[in-house]
């Protein structure tokens, strides 16, 4: 199945959020084939990451046999590797990873969860958020929660974060998971303060608060935190999560399918927490591109809420009763307007 066309685009979104998340945000990639098929995924980078797609992994792509998806996972990551391997590069290569394991299962006619060889089924979703529309969140029939707090300053603020989780908590009941996310914007004293006072609260995990690299600040919050650590939303390929699970820098690994290499990947990731003994839930794997993997290979599969904007993403399964199924459809089993083409 040889490849004839690679082509990349930003689509535009009412509600699309300001700072980096837009003007570097997702990106399409539409993979065309001499047998009429088109594959599609999204992955980051904005204008850049276009560039990259068109430009450089076209080179490697175009003429090249479409379902040799992990070989061509190979042959892009040798041809960016000068300035690619992580960040923007491995973000648009991961678009065109996903469109092609979307060829892959729309070749067998099959939707990927099937690929993967596992079955269609409803999985739990949690929804990410802020303690507004929590009411809303529970009639929807969500059994997790999860709240942004890094713009809460952990040395000045931790009574009020307290105060947060308490009202969370007594609104949830004890019969519902919650979780916090830092954003990367926290140090590990002040992690640690915040996590003594959150320990009644039960919560299932405190995301993300030290930037990646801070390997001997993970280390410590592993030993001395009570609440389980999460991390790795913006780690990127199988190689560089082995180095943290090496480490046992966190309890649950978060990887992004759209920016951490795609499916090729995100399966490797996988294999790989089963060897270190680890659990892993994929940022945003409420989306379909992280969904079919999850519902596939995830031992206690929980899929976080998608991203809201992504409007332009037609035919998405939806949250019913707190739980989420990939559709029936061959591949990821989406489509898009043709007028994002024109």
Known sequence: MKITNVRATQPEADRAPGGWRGSIGQILVRIDTEDGLAGYGVGGGGPAGIHVVQTVLREVLMGANAEDVEGLWDAMYRHT????????????????????????????????????????????????????????????????????IGAMNPHEEVDAIADLFRDVREVVGSDVRVMCDASMQWDVEGTLRVAERLAEFDLTWLEEPLLPEDFEGYERLMRESPIPIASGEHEYTAHGFETLMKRGLHAIYQPDVCWCGGLTELVKIYELANRYDVEVCPHRGGEVWALHAIVALDPDPMAESGRPWMTWVQDHPGVVDGKIIPGEGAGFGVSFDDDLWA
């Not at 089924?121 to 929590?134: C, E, F, H, I, N």
């Open 81 to 148: 590797a000068a300035f690619g391997r992580k960040g923007i590069a491995m973000m648009a290569m991961s678009g065109v990873d996903l469109a092609l394991w979307d060829l892959r299962g729309k070749r067998a006619n099959k939707p990927l969860v099937e690929v993967l060889g596992g079955t269609r089924m409803a999985v739990p979703s949690y929804r990410t958020g802020g303690r507004q529309g929590l009411e809303d969140a529970l009639a929807q029939g969500y059994k997790a929660v999860k709240f942004g």
